[in-house]
C-alpha cells in the first residue's frame, strides 16, 4: 500500500499477538519436521542393516527424495516465520512514523493556534 493512501489519523492493523503466535507455529513445524527426519534416519539405519535387493535400493531413491522435500518443507517454514516477523516489525514501524506525525501536526497546530492569538492579542491592544 502506497505511502498515499495510508493515513496518520488511522492506527496500522495488524494483529501482532497473532503473528508472533503463526511464526512461533512454523518454527515448532520446522524443527518437528527436523526431529521426524533425525528419528526415521536412525530407524532406517537400524532397519536396513540386513534388508537387501531392489525393494531396499527403490525405498532409499524414495526416502532420499523424501528427505530433500521435507527439508525443504522445513526451510520454507523458517522462511514464512522469518517473513511474518519482518511484516510484524514493519507494521510496528509504520505505526511508530504515524504516531510520531501525528505528534508533529499536532505541534504545529498548537504553535499556529499560538501565533493566531498572540496576533489577536496584539489588534486588540492597537
Not at 5 to 20: E, G, K, L, M, T
Not at 104 to 111: N, V
Amino acid at each position: 500500500m502506497s505511502r498515499w493512501n495510508q493515513s496518520i489519523w488511522h492506527d496500522v492493523r495488524w494483529d501482532h499477538p497473532a503473528a508472533a503466535e503463526a511464526a512461533a507455529a512454523l518454527r515448532r513445524t520446522a524443527d518437528e519436521i527436523d526431529r521426524s527426519l533425525a528419528e526415521a534416519g536412525q530407524a532406517r539405519h537400524e532397519a536396513s542393516s540386513d534388508w537387501r535387493g531392489v525393494y531396499r535400493e527403490f525405498f532409499d531413491v524414495w526416502r532420499t527424495r523424501l528427505h530433500a522435500e521435507l527439508n525443504e518443507l522445513a526451510a520454507a517454514c523458517r522462511r514464512a516465520a522469518q517473513a511474518v516477523d519482518q511484516a510484524s516489525a514493519r507494521a510496528r514501524e509504520e505505526q511508530a512514523r504515524r504516531v510520531r506525525e501525528r505528534e508533529e501536526h499536532e505541534r504545529r497546530e498548537r504553535e499556529e493556534r499560538a501565533r493566531r492569538a498572540r496576533e489577536s492579542r496584539e489588534q486588540r491592544r492597537i
